[in-house]
């Protein structure tokens, strides 16, 4: 389906690094609607919009740089600050103390051209392992004042349309795009965190975290480490080039191109509960007795019901990695009816005090793209959803830590 230029006006989360034979011209940044505080509100009401989020390879090398803006999954982050990035224990898994894996950023810029979010970006992380996700579930449910330890975290940047890092126009993309000037510099093992450890013998090598010097070390950095003491020229052949990062420490790098779902009639899993039975009757149009006590038996099943609804909703695209929409009516697709929060689970705001809305979530499907195996310890979730702050609040802090809530299936076996 063909968004129309109107609707399009109203967000955009697409890179601003359109392919060069694109004849479209750029839009420009509009206000987005500010969200509603009620998320369990069943009053009628229409139907928000959804954008879906799908995955593609990029076309050629070079269009997912952070001077492009860009909407992408995997790999390294495109960090829209260069400079200032989270660090310490911000950057790690609270369970583990390991640094968190990159898993995806938005492009979601609101406001016209005066506005402080002219550009803004979300940026996901995750720890990888299954077990710190299991506690990272059990630690919203019991999570105290203060800065709860999570495995999975999200970070809102933000900039003006004149600022440090990139010129206030859009890009030209004939290859003359730069931006202003250079990041941080970055480890030269995972290539997302800051590298504020350096290698004590060659003095260039940069990392975020002793685990990532190991590691480096071990797979090879000992003997390019004595090549860089010995030869200044050979330094600057076995230094990595910037933003490759080692394959086995990311994961597959991927542009995210948006789509608009297709119209429903039911953005709950409370909705009609035909929709659950047609599932059940669509291979037996005379149901048995043993039939119908298994659907009177499914009906009663408020998870069944929701499950039911959640792969119908996402039938409709299958490929689909993330549903995104921040109108004021806008809810998530729960796959489950446990496991959801309410009103008082979302905290507010921790910079400005005010109320979180609902801006996307992640599904399943993700974990098929990045190659995580269907085993028992393997990464799985039913559905990710994020909470940002309703004003976008601008606290003079580069990167502002979101909400995010998770939802697993309440069995161990994948589904996805």
Not at 17 to 31: A, T
Not at 295 to 300: C, G, L, T
Request: aromatic share 10%.
């Amino acid at each position: 389906m063909e968004p129309s230029a109107d609707k399009l006006r109203g967000l955009r989360i697409t890179s601003l690094d359109d392919e060069e034979e694109d004849d479209e011209p750029e839009l420009p940044h509009q206000p987005l609607p500010a969200a509603a505080e009620d998320y369990d509100d069943d009053d009628e009401e229409e139907e928000a919009e959804v954008m879906l989020g799908l995955l593609e390879e990029p076309k050629r090398p070079g269009l997912l740089l952070r001077h492009l803006f860009p909407s992408k999954a995997g790999g390294i982050p495109a960090w829209l600050d260069p400079v200032n990035l989270p660090s310490g224990n911000t950057s790690c898994c609270g369970f583990c103390g390991e640094p968190l894996h990159f898993v995806l950023q938005i492009y979601a810029p609101i406001g016209d051209n005066e506005a402080a979010t002219f550009h803004r970006t979300l940026f996901m992380f995750m720890c990888p392992s299954m077990e710190c996700l299991h506690r990272d579930q059990h630690e919203q449910w019991t999570r105290k004042q203060g800065n709860p330890r999570r495995s999975v975290k999200v970070f809102r940047c933000q900039l003006p349309r004149s600022n440090a890092f990139y010129s206030s126009e859009p890009p030209k993309h004939n290859n003359s795009d730069k931006p202003l000037c250079a990041g941080a510099a970055l480890c030269h093992w995972c290539g997302t965190w800051k590298g504020d450890k350096i290698c004590g013998s060659c003095k260039k090598s940069r990392y975020c975290s002793e685990k990532h010097q190991a590691l480096h070390w071990r797979s090879g950095h000992k003997n390019d480490c004595l090549q860089m003491i010995n030869s200044s020229e050979a330094s600057s052949s076995v230094m990595p080039a910037v933003g490759k990062v080692p394959a086995r420490a990311s994961w597959p790098e991927y542009k995210i191109t948006i789509d608009y779902e297709a119209d429903s009639d039911s953005d709950s899993c409370d909705g009609d509960e035909s929709n659950s039975k047609s599932l059940v009757m669509q291979k037996h149009s005379k149901p048995d007795d043993l039939m119908q006590s298994w659907m009177d038996q499914f009906e009663a099943d408020a998870d069944n019901q929701c499950w039911a609804h959640f792969e119908e909703r996402i039938s409709r695209e299958p490929k689909q990695i993330l549903r995104y929409c921040r109108e004021p009516n806008a809810k998530p697709l729960w796959a489950l009816s446990a496991g959801r929060p309410s009103n008082a689970d979302i905290p507010s705001c921790g910079y400005c005090k005010g109320p979180l809305c609902y801006e996307f979530q992640i599904m399943p499907q993700l974990l098929y793209f990045f190659g995580v195996k269907n085993e028992p310890d393997s990464l799985d979730w039913a559905t990710i959803v994020v909470y940002t702050c309703q004003g976008s609040c601008d606290q003079n802090i580069s990167y502002k830590e979101e909400f995010a809530w998770v939802q697993l299936y309440p069995t161990a076996p994948s589904r996805h």
